[in-house]
């Protein structure tokens, strides 16, 4: 919380507005293979609250998008994110989930043929991609194969 003496009745100054709001949105997305330390910053981005499933073998943080989506972030002990996945009327910001590998899914999203007009199955290299759906309703994940901890199943995302 910010300290501020000039403060009246608990209004910010409108320097410090700014400053904060500049902060918020330059900071770094918790995105595939990127640091746990980011994931609060995926709430503040889609104006919703974190919260955190613990586990013995991964930690799972889930936030509810204001449009209803449902994300969660798969994160290891060390506090790596090894896979996303997603649920809800529409796809979540794939730039901001998929961070470094967004490219290379939208290059072999051109490549590669679809499964169905509903389904995208792709699979380049360490990078798992899914999706499916229809009007209003969309599944998904994401996953990095060698991040994936030991003695967890793919299936386990999701």
Known sequence: MLNCFNCVNGALPRSSVLIS???VSSSALAALGQDVSSVQSDGVRMKAAVS???GQ?????EMRASTGTRIREFVT???Q???VSWQGSSIPDLRQLLGEYFDQYMQAAQTTPRVSRRMVHI??????????GH??????????RAKVPNGVSADAIR
């Open 81 to 83: 994110v090894f896979g």
């Open 52 to 54: 955190v499933l613990p």
């Open 77 to 79: 002990p060390a506090g």
């Open 135 to 144: 009007m209003r309703f969309v599944v998904g994940r994401a996953y990095l």
């Open 21 to 23: 709001t500049l902060l």
């Open 123 to 132: 699979e380049t290299g360490d990078l798992v991609f899914e999706s499916s």
């Open 57 to 61: 073998s991964f930690s799972v943080h």
